[in-house]
């Protein structure tokens, strides 16, 4: 079975600083794709980032990377210059690759990690 | 916003009843998830379809059922509600796979169920 493991289940960290969020997660496939979703206040699902695993390459979207070690089987997630907006929920999440005529794989996601952005 | 769309936003019933839980995917989106969230629980798969049809199951309960339309909106019926299932129900959709790819999924507002 896939798991996905947040061992920080808070984090808080001033306006403008760099924070780094960790996950973990354990799978015997080759083929898989990692996720960040953020959940603000408002409840809503975002996805921030994803990697795709054969890509060596590291992920970005703007203020948002990814440190992707696959031997390691960690995907910690980066905010750079962090802003009041970024205070949410962040979810780790993992699906594996298939094939398939049949649509994609379901999600298994970590418990979460609350970071508040401070002032 | 995402392009899916669920209603009702809330919903507060009682033990014993009956609810439904509507979804409608991106605009060419053939596929369907439904998640729950729970505080104990965290985000837990239910259940997923693909241009109507079933394709995978999670933890559903034998109380809940789903199905996907041929306009591809889906419904979640929640029946026996216990206090237990007080959670809030995502909703979430992808496109076809294309080239190998696994599509990243989208999701909607959330129901938030209540049951007292």
């Known amino acids: 079975a896939q798991t996905v493991t947040q061992s920080q289940p808070e984090m808080s960290v001033q306006e403008a600083e760099t924070v780094t969020l960790s996950c973990t997660y354990d799978?015997?496939?080759?083929?898989?794709?990692l996720f960040w979703y953020k959940q603000p206040p408002s409840r809503q699902m975002i996805l921030v980032i994803r990697?795709?695993?054969?890509?060596?390459q590291n992920a970005t979207e703007n203020r948002f990377s990814v440190n992707f070690q696959k031997a390691a089987k960690s995907f910690s997630l980066k905010i750079s210059d962090s802003q009041l907006g970024d205070t949410a929920m962040y979810f780790c999440?993992?699906?594996?690759?298939?094939?398939?005529?049949?649509?994609?794989?379901?999600?298994?996601f970590g418990t979460g990690t609350r970071l508040t952005i401070i002032p | 916003d995402s392009g899916v769309t669920q209603t009702p936003k809330h919903l507060i019933t009682a033990t014993g009843q009956r609810v439904t839980l509507r979804c409608s995917p991106r605009?060419?989106?053939?596929?369907v998830y439904w998640y729950q969230q729970s505080l104990d629980q965290g985000l837990q798969f239910l259940i997923q379809?693909?241009?109507?049809?079933?394709?995978a199951k999670g933890n559903i309960l034998e109380r809940f059922s789903a199905q996907q339309f041929p306009d591809l909106h889906s419904e979640l019926n929640l029946s026996s509600l216990e206090l237990g299932d007080s959670a809030l129900y995502f909703c979430?959709?992808?496109?076809?796979?294309?080239?190998?790819?696994?599509?990243?999924?989208?999701f909607g507002p959330g129901t938030r169920l209540l049951v007292l």
């Open positions: 979430a959709s992808s496109g076809p796979q294309v080239s190998g790819e696994q599509e990243t999924q989208y």
């Open positions: 799978t015997s496939e080759s083929n898989y794709y």
């Open positions: 990697q795709e695993a054969y890509k060596q």
């Open positions: 999440a993992f699906t594996t690759l298939t094939i398939s005529n049949f649509g994609n794989e379901k999600l298994t």
């Open positions: 605009s060419g989106d053939l596929s």
């Open positions: 379809y693909y241009n109507g049809e079933e394709r």
